[in-house]
Structures are given as C-alpha cells and as structure tokens.
C-alpha cells in the first residue's frame, strides 16, 4: 500500500471503508475505529478496549487460524482467525448493548487458545476424542493469561483476570448453553459462513436485523432470519466441526505435539504460548519418526483414514451436536422454538442431532505404523 492511499486512510474514514473493507483496525482523523461485518465504532484513545487491543495477548491471535491445524489441509474460502473472531464477537456485544466488562471479556475470551487451538484438549488421548469434555483453555483461561502483557494492561483499568473470565457466571450475553445462541456462538456461525462463501454479507445484516437480545435471552422477531442462523450452525457442525478432518487432524497433531514435548523439542509452555506457523515448522522440520508419521498423516487425512466400526478403529471420535435452536418472540408475545414452530426445520434439527451426536469411529491405514521420516514428503 502506498504512502497516498495510507494518508486517504489515515484522514478519512470514508476512504478508509472503501479501500480498505478487510481491515479491522483503521486509523482515521478522529482516531482508531473498529470495523466488523457486523458493526463499526470509534474507539475512545486510552479506553480500556483501545489498549486491551495493543496487548501482544490478543495480536498473537492473528497467527492462529479459527479451525487451527485443519486450516492447513482445508483453507476457509476467506481467512479467518482467532482474532477476526474475538474482535467480532466483542462488536457483536458492543451492538447489542452488553457492558465495558463484557465487552472486554468477549475480546479476550480466545486469548487462552495455543497453538492449534483446540488441540489442546486432544493432548494425552491418543485412540479417541471427545468433544463434550471442557475446552481446556476454557477450564485454565485465566492461569494461560496470567504470563501475558494483559495482566498489567487490565489492572490499569481495575479489572483482574477473574472479573473477565467468560465462565465466571456474569457474562449472559457472551455464554450460554446450547441449544441458545450466545455472543461467541453467533459470530462463529455468522463469520464461519461467511468464511466458507456460505453467506453473504447481505445474508449476515439479514439474519442480526431480525435479532434482538433482552433479559438474558437472544431472540428472533421473525421466522427467516432465525431458520438461515440455525440452518448454517448445522451446517457447520456436521460439515466442519465433526467432520473427518477435522477430529482426525486435531488427534494427529496432539499426538505430534506431546511426542514433540516427550523428546524435548518443545516444552509445554510452547504449545500454549507459540503461534500456529511457528509450530508446524517445529514439526515438520523434525527428524523423528513418530511426529513425521503424525505429520504425514495430517496432510493425507482422506487418503489414510476411513470410516470404521468400534472393534476396528483407530480413533474413536465422540462429537459435540452444536446446532442452535433459537428462541422466536411470537406475534402474541410468547416465546417459542424454531422447533416448536417450523416442521421442517424441526426435521433437520432432530436427524442432524442424531446423526452427530452418534459416536464416530476411524481407522487408520495399517501401512502407516511403519512409518519413516524418510518416507515424508515436503509441506509448505
């Protein structure tokens, strides 16, 4: 970008939405603003929201993809990371009316993840894996984020750690248990389609003008906007979030990451704290067999996996059904499920659930227990 359309940035923030549509934080005359599919605003300079965004906590977001490792073998029509997701979820809050607190524990509630995301919560489960468990970032959120610059950043404005963490009960809009939307689920469900070409931006000002939240409660006001949300959270999850390479990719590098930490390549610190690039170069540099075995098969998922049955299988998979069922207010001001009003929906809803709330089991090509690095090919 040169230094022309830099000053037409900086000095205005009309030039600023067309040139520059994919940038989140852009500087303008009146000061850094936040601009998202779903909001933009003007942040106040010293807020706790402006600095918390400067904490090297949240940039090191940008370097770890939302769907972590799978990123690598099944790029996302457009990108989409950690901290497009966090700053979405924030103005998601923000537009809806939620507190400075809130909206501060939305902006940091992924800063936990480490590298790879969730695979994380495969590490140790070498033959299966289990989507209803706790994230483990989640259960440890605020001991990962007491070693970062965020500590000190949140304590200017008096808040700790524990006053943010998403799941210490204050937060309604930003957790809820499914079936509900909550803050987080809906900016996964909006960008995720989004990422994938699957909605549109029209689809998504569609979809949040006939949203509302109050009382604790999300909510839509009309039936088609709610049906085009909970259809895509469906969607997702069958297609992306239980799919097989997602469950089988996770598992190979959690098992590439602790053999890794078992031979001292890295420690457990890197895993948590590293970004996602600097962790696959560890790992496919390495001379082991066992991580290149783990790393071979991550980039070959489909041709080394298979679906199997429980006495055959190499992992055993236990998905996590994350279709929503969202509340809609009626015309005579009663609230009810999509479920409750829309047969067809209710159809896919229910066949979905059972479908992936099924245990799933895969077998890994028996060729591959031998395995040599000298076998590998390069990834890049």
Request: charged content about 25%; overall charge negative; aromatic content about 12%.
């Amino acid at each position: 970008m040169n230094f022309f359309i830099k000053g037409l940035l900086y000095i205005s923030p009309i030039f600023s939405s067309f040139i520059a549509p994919n940038e989140i934080i852009i500087n303008t005359w009146w000061g850094p603003k936040v601009q998202t599919l779903y909001a933009e605003h003007y942040i106040e300079p010293g807020s706790a929201y402006a600095d918390v965004l400067k904490c090297d906590a949240i940039n090191r977001l940008q370097e770890l993809n939302q769907y972590g490792i799978m990123n690598y073998i099944r790029p996302t029509y457009r990108p989409y990371n950690r901290y497009q997701h966090s700053i979405g979820v924030a103005e998601l809050l923000h537009r809806f009316g939620a507190s400075e607190k809130e909206v501060i524990a939305g902006l940091t509630h992924d800063a936990s993840h480490g590298a790879f995301s969730h695979a994380l919560d495969h590490l140790g489960k070498q033959n299966s894996t289990n989507q209803l468990d706790e994230a483990y970032q989640d259960t440890h959120h605020s001991t990962i984020l007491s070693k970062t610059d965020l500590v000190p950043c949140l304590k200017k404005h008096n808040f700790s750690l524990l006053d943010i963490d998403p799941k210490n009960g204050c937060f309604p809009m930003l957790e809820q248990n499914l079936p509900d939307i909550c803050a987080d689920r809906l900016e996964y469900v909006l960008y995720g389609g989004y990422a994938e070409g699957w909605f549109t931006k029209k689809d998504i000002t569609f979809i949040l003008n006939g949203l509302r939240y109050s009382n604790g409660r999300w909510y839509f006001v009309e039936i088609a906007p709610a049906k085009k949300f909970a259809l895509m959270s469906i969607k997702l999850c069958d297609e992306i979030f239980t799919s097989i390479q997602n469950n089988c990719s996770y598992s190979a590098v959690a098992q590439a990451m602790m053999r890794a930490t078992e031979i001292g390549a890295i420690s457990f610190n890197d895993i948590l704290y590293m970004k996602d690039d600097e962790m696959l170069q560890i790992l496919l540099a390495h001379y082991d067999d066992e991580i290149a075995r783990h790393m071979h098969t991550i980039f070959n998922i489909d041709g080394l996996y298979e679906l199997s049955d429980s006495q055959d299988c190499s992992l055993e998979c236990t998905n996590k059904f994350r279709g929503i069922n969202p509340w809609i207010l009626t015309q005579d001001e009663i609230f009810m499920r999509l479920t409750d009003i829309d047969d067809e929906f209710k159809g896919i809803y229910e066949k979905k659930k059972r479908k992936i709330s099924c245990k799933q089991y895969y077998k890994l090509d028996p060729a591959m227990r031998s395995f040599k690095k000298e076998h590998a090919i390069t990834y890049s």
